[in-house]
């Protein structure tokens, strides 16, 4: 399941292997950075099997040997990840998984406070997805330059322990203190369509062509991924551009184990009187009376109602 290769690097020839990042992952090449800070464009070894879709991807740790006299530059073998932001591969060809980004540290959640509205839903929802992929999440309110008030549901956020960063990337408003909160890991950009995540990546990232990736290829007629994520590294900041990051449901999580992904909902989840309450509307559900009595505020619940009942059949 893991997908995880492990080639052991005496495979690798007279060369010893060297250890990079994969920046960008073709089908039969694909783009090393070296720790050397070089790029390489490796092919994979024939020691390894490409059957598995999910062998690599963007933000993977390799370990490859550079071209010489009797070889090519080439992937050796894939160390074991930390974390990845995945999603259902395509059952026609029979991926069990469509990795977007692996070794991310966090997830951005960008949000906006006007154009398009500030929408409390859909942060919720991409906390939940970091929570679900075991990742931290850090809110990057964009455009305050359009209104630089602070909604009540981002400083309830930031007393749950998520960092909240307020930036304008228009008008260069809070940049250094998101390059400080994103020094030294890597990162995903999330966030609906117009809230500025090309924009933020074009001013952190020097010559970052965010969303090139999306484009479909000559080849890739009626192939409905179009995925291919880019890692971009620049001054300690690492971020990985993956398009497929807008339309990531939540899927692989069942309706009752979605609360626990609300972190301020654990400590009353114990304390339902049934335990497979999905906290809609049985007796003696804990939630709702932290709803009621104020405990839980209001729009956490109704975000959380909104993707529970999305999730039935
Ligand atoms: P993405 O879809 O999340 O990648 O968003 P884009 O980066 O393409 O930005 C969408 C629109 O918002 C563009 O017209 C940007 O010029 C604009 N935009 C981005 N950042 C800001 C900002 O800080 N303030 C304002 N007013 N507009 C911004
Ligand atoms: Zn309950």
Redesign the pocket.
């Known amino acids: 399941m893991g997908g995880n290769l492990d080639v052991s690097p005496s495979d690798s020839g007279p060369a010893s292997p060297l250890l990079g990042t994969l920046v960008e992952v073709q089908r039969r090449t694909a783009t090393v950075m070296g720790d050397d800070d070089t790029a390489y464009q490796c092919q994979y070894s024939p020691t390894i099997d490409l059957t598995g879709f999910s062998n690599f991807a963007v933000g993977d740790r390799v370990t490859y040997i550079r071209a010489g006299t009797q070889q090519e530059a080439m992937i050796t073998g894939v160390l074991p990840r930390t974390s990845k932001i995945s999603r259902p591969g395509p059952m026609d060809r029979r991926m069990d998984e469509l990795i977007l980004a692996a070794n991310v540290d966090a997830l951005v959640v960008?949000t906006?406070p006007a154009?398009p509205d500030f929408n409390p839903r859909m942060v919720d929802r991409y906390l939940a997805l970091a929570e679900i992929f075991a990742i931290d999440a850090i809110i990057c309110m964009?455009?305050?330059?359009?209104d630089a008030a602070m909604p009540p549901e981002l400083d309830y956020l930031r007393g749950l322990g998520y960092p909240v960063v307020s930036?304008?990337?228009?008008?260069d408003?809070g940049l250094d203190a998101l390059r400080k909160v994103l020094a030294g890991i890597k990162v995903v950009?999330s966030?609906?369509?117009?809230?500025?995540?090309?924009?933020?990546?074009?001013k952190l990232i020097p010559g970052a062509e965010?969303?090139v990736g999306d484009v479909r290829k000559g080849d890739g007629k009626g192939r409905h991924t179009t995925t291919s994520s880019n890692l971009y590294r620049h001054d300690g900041i690492c971020i990985i551009d993956t398009p497929g990051i807008r339309e990531l449901g939540i899927v692989g999580v069942s309706r009752l184990e979605l609360a626990q992904y609300w972190r301020d909902f654990r400590p009353f989840l114990e304390h339902c009187k049934f335990r497979d309450c999905a906290h809609k509307s049985e007796p003696g559900c804990a939630v709702l009376e932290a709803v009621a009595s104020g405990k839980l505020p209001e729009f956490r619940y109704q975000s959380y109602l909104r993707i529970q009942e999305s999730m039935e059949e």
């Open positions: 960008v906006t154009k964009n455009k305050v330059d359009l930036v304008s990337a228009k008008q408003i950009l966030g609906p369509s117009g809230v500025g995540k090309s924009s933020l990546i074009r965010p969303g």
